[in-house]
Nanobody, 120 residues
Framework: QVQLVESGGGLVQAGGSLRLSCAAS????????MGWFRQAPGKERVFVAR????????YYADSVKGRFTISRDNAKNTVYLQMNSLKPEDTAVYYC?????????????WGQGTEVTVSS
C-alpha cells in the first residue's frame, strides 16, 4: 500500500513563497505519475499540477502557471511543489496523489493534505 505524506504548509503573506513536499513509501515511486491538488474552504478539490515518472514532463492549471513548479526526486521518493508569488486565493489544503496506471486520470493514492494560508 502506497502512503503519501505532505509537509511544508503554513501561513505566508501574499507575494511570499512556500515549498511543499510529499514523501512516498510502500510502493515504487519512480513508476508513478504524481499530481498536486488543492481544496479551498467550501469548494471542491481541483487539479494544480502534475509530473510524469521521469520528471521530464509537467503540466499546470492556468491559475498557477508561471508561479508554481512541480518537481520530483526519485532517489528520495519525494515530489515537490514550489509556490512563488502566492496570492490569497491560493489558500487551500494541498494534497499530493499518485497515478500508478499512467493515465493522469486515476490518482489512486492520496496524502492527508497540508494547509496553506496566504494572508493579504
Amino acid at each position: 500500500q502506497v502512503q503519501l505524506v505532505e509537509s511544508g504548509g503554513g501561513l505566508v503573506q501574499a507575494g511570499g513563497s512556500l515549498r511543499l513536499s510529499c514523501a512516498a513509501s510502500g510502493g515504487t515511486f519512480s513508476r508513478y505519475n504524481m499530481g498536486w491538488f488543492r481544496q479551498a474552504p467550501g469548494k471542491e478539490r481541483v487539479f494544480v499540477a502534475r509530473i510524469n515518472v521521469s520528471g521530464g514532463s509537467t503540466y499546470y492549471a492556468d491559475s498557477v502557471k508561471g508561479r508554481f513548479t512541480i518537481s520530483r526526486d526519485n532517489a528520495k521518493n519525494t515530489v515537490y511543489l514550489q509556490m512563488n508569488s502566492l496570492k490569497p486565493e491560493d489558500t487551500a489544503v494541498y494534497y499530493c496523489a499518485a497515478d500508478p496506471r499512467g493515465t493522469y486520470r486515476e490518482y489512486l493514492y492520496w496524502g492527508q493534505g497540508t494547509e496553506v494560508t496566504v494572508s493579504s
